[in-house]
């Protein structure tokens, strides 16, 4: 799909094409060529040229695109403008085990990925999509799927069975939080693998899947249905996992926006913007934020454009937005937050500060940030933790160690956050969009 700024309807079909990590990372490979963007590998950053721009996917998850301005780098200064998000978010992951059996129901063995509130998830129908591995006369072939087309449920307890159920909403996972699969039938536990194998031929144009051709997947059950736009107005956006799809959206909209207008000849700077996966873990993996992925891009990046300059020089003198959904003020919990720095839905983007670093928080960074925002006429809203509760963390503070680089955390705010379904605001989507193209665009103040 093409992303494109200012269109509320192109973030819902992005948010509907994308339910997990591998179809964050095909769409977005497809709107970055469809933006004029060639897709390169590691390697080939020694060959890139000022004036055009470029992409790298790596793994199954992540990427990073980039481009630098036409101006001799001798002329000024290296430095780099960067933008940085996740493309994961809390599922219920399926075990690559069997079913689970219990008086006459078949239910799908699962856990929990990343730190979810559980109890919305039950009474709500759900899809299973993500990638399956098949082997095939030719080798190991990944299909993608993001819909197999049926419906699952995890039905609660009912009240006059459970008196407490509203006193407290507390479950367990490996035992209570089991999609309903189907009845406990001879050809039910067989039905699952045959499901499997049955939808991943049709979408690979395989003659035929065997159940023992399935080597292995990585499979996620989701809210059915999609994002919806919702309010008196329509100006509130409920979807599942706009933390932090929505920031990746965002970024890469603005980030197309700038390839898409030209890269004038008198800007010297490097543009570069990252998609991490696996923040909602830890970030220690192959593609998380951790990885070797983004020390080693921007150091082949920077040796590229600035030659003769070290890369920790040039990431000092460079700016990088980490860019994770906040936390709006609650109006039922106002208790949560701090009296003195309201985060209102439609207020327009969240400057995130906490000394101890779960955020990149630093004076000269945040200064920066807050300048570019007043010089644009881009709102922005600062947010400060209530200091008796620990906040979350972001990939900001990793990627500043890494890199060496100075960090803000920024993000637009959210309601619900890791609930399965999400609430933001539709104004404050657009103005991300608004910040993101401003900040990628050559020359920028």
Same mark, same amino acid.
């Given at each position: 799909?093409?992303?494109?700024?200012?269109?509320?309807?192109?973030?819902?079909?992005?948010?509907?094409?994308? *339910?997990?990590?591998?179809?964050?990372?095909?769409?977005?490979?497809?709107?970055?060529?469809?933006?004029?963007?060639?897709?390169?590998?590691?390697?080939?950053?020694?060959?890139?040229?000022?004036?055009?721009?470029?992409?790298?996917?790596?793994?199954?998850?992540?990427?990073?695109?980039?481009?630098?301005?036409?101006?001799?780098?001798?002329?000024?200064?290296?430095?780099?403008?960067?933008?940085?998000?996740?493309?994961?978010?809390?599922?219920?992951?399926?075990?690559?085990?069997?079913?689970?059996?219990?008086?006459?129901?078949?239910?799908?063995?699962?856990?929990?990925?990343?730190?979810?509130?559980?109890h919305p998830w039950l009474d709500r129908p759900l899809k299973?999509?993500?990638?399956?591995?098949?082997?095939?006369?030719?080798?190991?072939?990944?299909?993608?799927?993001?819909?197999?087309?049926?419906?699952?449920?995890?039905?609660?307890?009912?009240?006059?069975?459970?008196?407490?159920?509203?006193?407290?909403?507390?479950?367990?996972?490996?035992?209570?939080?089991?999609?309903f699969f189907g009845l406990d039938t001879e050809e039910g536990?067989?039905?699952?693998?045959?499901?499997?194998?049955?939808?991943?031929?049709?979408?690979?144009?395989?003659?035929?899947v065997k159940v023992s051709d399935i080597m292995s997947f990585?499979?996620?059950?989701?809210?059915?249905?999609?994002?919806?736009?919702?309010?008196?107005?329509?100006?509130?956006?409920?979807?599942?996992?706009?933390?932090?799809?929505?920031?990746?959206?965002?970024?890469?909209?603005?980030?197309?926006?700038?390839?898409?207008?030209?890269?004038?000849?008198?800007?010297?700077?490097?543009?570069?913007?990252?998609?991490?996966?696996?923040?909602?873990?830890?970030?220690?993996?192959?593609?998380?934020?951790?990885?070797?992925?983004?020390?080693?891009?921007?150091?082949?990046?920077?040796?590229?454009?600035?030659?003769?300059?070290?890369?920790?020089?040039?990431?000092?003198?460079?700016?990088?937005?980490?860019?994770?959904?906040?936390?709006?003020?609650? *109006?039922?919990?106002?208790?949560?937050?701090?009296?003195?720095?309201?985060?209102?839905?439609?207020?327009?983007?969240?400057?995130?500060?906490?000394?101890?670093?779960?955020?990149?928080?630093?004076?000269?960074?945040?200064?920066?940030?807050?300048?570019?925002?007043?010089?644009?006429?881009?709102?922005?809203?600062?947010?400060?933790?209530?200091?008796?509760?620990?906040?979350?963390?972001?990939?900001?503070?990793?990627?500043?160690?890494?890199?060496?680089?100075?960090?803000?955390?920024?993000?637009?705010?959210?309601?619900?956050?890791?609930?399965?379904?999400?609430?933001?605001?539709?104004?404050?989507?657009?103005?991300?969009?608004?910040?993101?193209?401003?900040?990628?665009?050559?020359?920028?103040?």
């Open positions: 799909m093409k992303l494109v700024a200012g269109d509320i309807a192109n973030f819902i079909e992005f948010l509907d094409k994308t *339910p997990t990590p591998f179809h964050v990372l095909s769409e977005l490979s497809g709107a970055l060529t469809a933006a004029g963007c060639e897709r390169i590998t590691l390697s080939g950053v020694d060959r890139a040229e000022r004036g055009k721009a470029y992409f790298i996917p790596f793994g199954d998850t992540a990427v990073v695109a980039f481009f630098a301005g036409s101006k001799s780098p001798s002329e000024a200064p290296g430095r780099i403008r960067m933008a940085a998000a996740h493309v994961d978010y809390p599922v219920l992951k399926v075990k690559n085990t069997g079913l689970r059996k219990g008086n006459g129901i078949l239910r799908l063995n699962v856990e929990m990925y990343g730190g979810a509130i559980v299973l999509c993500g990638r399956v591995v098949v082997k095939t006369p030719e080798g190991l072939k990944s299909v993608d799927v993001s819909d197999f087309g049926k419906r699952f449920v995890i039905p609660n307890a009912a009240i006059h069975m459970n008196h407490g159920v509203n006193d407290g909403a507390k479950f367990s996972i490996q035992n209570q939080l089991l999609p536990e067989e039905a699952f693998a045959n499901m499997i194998a049955s939808k991943v031929a049709s979408l690979a144009d395989i003659t035929e990585d499979l996620s059950l989701v809210v059915a249905g999609g994002a919806t736009l919702c309010g008196a107005d329509n100006e509130f956006i409920q979807a599942q996992g706009l933390d932090d799809r929505a920031m990746v959206h965002s970024i890469f909209t603005g980030f197309c926006e700038a390839v898409e207008n030209g890269i004038p000849e008198d800007d010297p700077s490097v543009r570069i913007a990252f998609a991490f996966n696996h923040e909602e873990c830890g970030s220690q993996t192959d593609t998380g934020a951790k990885s070797a992925f983004a020390a080693e891009t921007v150091k082949a990046i920077a040796s590229r454009f600035f030659p003769g300059e070290h890369s920790l020089e040039v990431c000092q003198r460079s700016l990088l937005l980490s860019s994770d959904m906040g936390h709006a003020t609650h *109006p039922s919990f106002p208790e949560f937050s701090d009296s003195t720095s309201p985060v209102v839905l439609g207020g327009g983007i969240v400057l995130k500060t906490m000394w101890n670093q779960s955020y990149s928080t630093a004076a000269g960074p945040m200064a920066e940030f807050a300048y570019f925002c007043e010089k644009n006429n881009i709102p922005y809203q600062r947010f400060s933790n209530n200091a008796d509760s620990r906040g979350g963390g972001t990939i900001g503070p990793v990627l500043a160690a890494a890199l060496g680089i100075k960090t803000c955390d920024i993000g637009s705010p959210l309601l619900a956050m890791h609930s399965p379904m999400e609430l933001g605001a539709v104004s404050d989507h657009l103005t991300a969009e608004e910040l993101f193209g401003k900040f990628f665009a050559p020359a920028a103040q």
